[in-house]
């Protein structure tokens, strides 16, 4: 298994460009969701999905869009990027669609660096 | 609103001495904390985690202690080693929505160096 796997690794934008952050998981995970990380905030929650057609938003979700088509599949799309969504993002992605087992932590991706010029 | 916390931002351990890294947090509804180690380039990586029904789990050389009393998570790693310098952060699950899904609040890190 590969775990969660994104692309690109880095991405340089400018102001005004939209651009799609690409995420998979080969685990048959239920449950996916977009972190971002920025210094000295730690990682906040974007969009989360707990399955094929379901998303909801998360504390930071302004300027994102997500899908779930698939379930191994959560791409974050940037509509219309800013210098404020530089950061770097990480999609993570558990068994369960919620925290109740002790079996199915949440696994995350090593991240896309982002910079908006 | 309420947030998950560190008592110290960074911590120096002598190789082969335990560390403690604290972590307090404010939502007394919140039922399932995690910690993660974060090496620089990588993703979070899990270590371990544990239920607010439990004060207490152990994992290899790693144990994690919840006080409910005083809000309060403590990571333990035992006998530590150059490998685990990284960032250290808690998480606490604040998913009681209805659809009781994983919303995890993380807190700012604390960066563990072991000298050698």
């Known amino acids: 298994n590969a775990g969660v796997t994104q692309t690109p690794k880095f991405q340089v934008l400018k102001t005004g460009q939209s651009m799609t952050l690409q995420c998979a998981q080969d685990m048959n995970h239920e449950y996916m969701s977009w972190y971002r990380q920025d210094p000295g905030m730690g990682l906040r929650l974007i969009h989360y999905s707990v399955g094929a057609g379901i998303t909801d938003q998360g504390e930071v979700p302004n300027g994102y869009n997500v899908s779930r088509s698939t379930t191994e599949d959560f791409p974050l799309r940037l509509l219309s990027a800013a210098p404020s969504q530089t950061s770097v993002y990480f999609c993570?992605?558990?068994?369960?669609?919620?925290?109740?087992?002790?079996?199915?932590?949440?696994?995350f991706g090593n991240g896309t660096r982002l910079t908006v010029t | 609103g309420e947030s998950v916390g560190l008592h110290l931002p960074t911590l120096s351990v002598q190789e082969g001495d335990n560390s403690i890294i604290n972590c307090a947090y404010s939502n007394s509804a919140s039922d399932y904390f995690i910690w993660y180690k974060q090496e620089s380039g990588k993703g979070p990586q899990f270590i371990i985690d544990?239920?607010?029904?439990?004060d207490k789990r152990q994992g290899q050389r790693v144990t994690v202690l919840l006080n409910k009393t005083v809000k309060h998570l403590s990571l333990q790693i035992a006998a530590t080693q150059p490998g685990d310098s990284a960032v250290y952060f808690c998480?606490?699950?604040?998913?009681?929505?209805?659809?009781?899904?994983?919303?995890?609040?993380f807190g700012k890190g604390t960066k563990l160096s072991v000298i050698p």
């Open positions: 998480a606490e699950n604040l998913g009681q929505s209805g659809a009781g899904s994983y919303q995890l609040t």
């Open positions: 993570a992605s558990s068994l369960s669609r919620t925290a109740s087992s002790y079996n199915s932590p949440l696994h």
């Open positions: 544990i239920r607010s029904n439990m």
